[in-house]
């Protein structure tokens, strides 16, 4: 049986830390991954390198951006997969920049966005949409929404 894979990217090195949250997620539910650091503004052809190459090695694209959040919106325009947006908190605008940004894709580019730093969330949002090719995590999902019950 085939793993999914979720191809991980991200604007800085310093967005690490953060995506910390979903690889951890991500290993809880069996999901394997690739994080890969390109900016939409300082190595741009990486990043369209990587969005033009992710549907021959993921099943769908998390990617962290903060302030203008270009990456997430360059991504998607250059990819059919999938793509989740997390917005990163900056001290300036507190994130909102980021979110604004990533939420406001035009028409036939969209970017599932979750919450400022949501990178838990983001893993989660994966493994559900993964859960409709992949149905061994279904089980995993109704198992974690229970242990969420529990706390």
């Known amino acids: 049986m085939k793993k999914p894979t979720v191809g991980i990217i991200c604007g800085s ?13 991500l290993d809880e539910f069996g999901i394997s991954y690739k994080v890969t650091v390109a900016s939409a503004h300082r190595s741009p052809e990486l990043a ?29 325009g250059h990819t059919i997969l999938p793509v989740i947006g997390i917005p990163v908190f900056s001290k300036a605008l507190k994130g909102l ?15 599932a966005t979750v919450t400022i730093d949501g990178a838990k969330n983001a893993a989660v949002l994966a493994a559900q949409i993964l859960s409709l090719k992949y149905p061994q995590l279904k089980k995993k999902l109704k198992d974690f929404k229970k242990q969420l019950a529990g706390k």
Do not use: C, N, R, T
Request: charged share 20%.
């Open 13 to 25: 090195k310093s967005d690490l830390p953060l995506l910390d949250k979903a690889a951890k997620q």
């Open 48 to 76: 369209i390198a990587f969005a033009k190459s992710a549907e021959k090695k993921y099943d769908l694209i998390i990617a962290a951006a903060g302030m203008a959040a270009a990456l997430p919106g360059v991504v998607a």
């Open 97 to 111: 920049d980021a979110l604004f940004a990533i939420v406001q894709m035009p028409s036939g580019v969209p970017v």
